[in-house]
């Protein structure tokens, strides 16, 4: 993956400096864990759905679960998205859209890796589109 804005800093410092260098000298702490747990994201069983920890608010999933008849691959495929393009700003050129496919894709490989270890048992899609919108990730249990 190839970010235009990480490629321009290492090349204007030099000296081998990489994407690490280049996250030592923008990210602090905070950002650090916060990144950690989106690529290391957490996962709770509610009912026989496996959801992101992120999108389970009890009402909303008793709204789902009413209106999609409790079909939970359907409940799952609706509320298990992270949508990239609401959170980060990727500019609209071939360059940026192709980086942010990117990123989509290298989060979906950590998430399916956090599946599979969370829930040993179970097999899941994972996957990594390019929406109208913009980049999105998304997850179902393979029943």
Do not use: K
Request: glycine share 6%; hydrophobic share 45%.
């Amino acid at each position: 993956m190839n970010i235009p804005d990480v490629r321009e800093w290492t090349e204007a410092v030099g000296d081998g400096t990489d994407y690490l260098d280049y996250l030592s000298q923008h990210v602090g702490l905070g950002e650090w864990a916060a990144l950690a747990r989106v690529f290391m994201p957490r996962f709770v069983e509610i009912e026989g759905c496996v959801l992101w920890d992120r999108v389970y608010d009890p009402a909303n999933f008793r709204t789902w679960q009413d209106q999609l008849r409790g079909d939970a691959t359907s409940i799952e495929a609706t509320l298990n998205e992270f949508r990239l393009w609401e959170y980060i700003d990727i500019p609209e050129d071939s360059e940026s859209e192709a980086g942010g496919l990117a990123l989509a894709e290298e989060i979906a490989v950590s998430w399916r890796r956090c599946l599979s270890e969370t829930f040993p048992d179970r097999a899941f899609a994972v996957a990594a589109s390019a929406t109208e919108d913009g980049p999105a990730v998304s997850f179902v249990t393979i029943r």
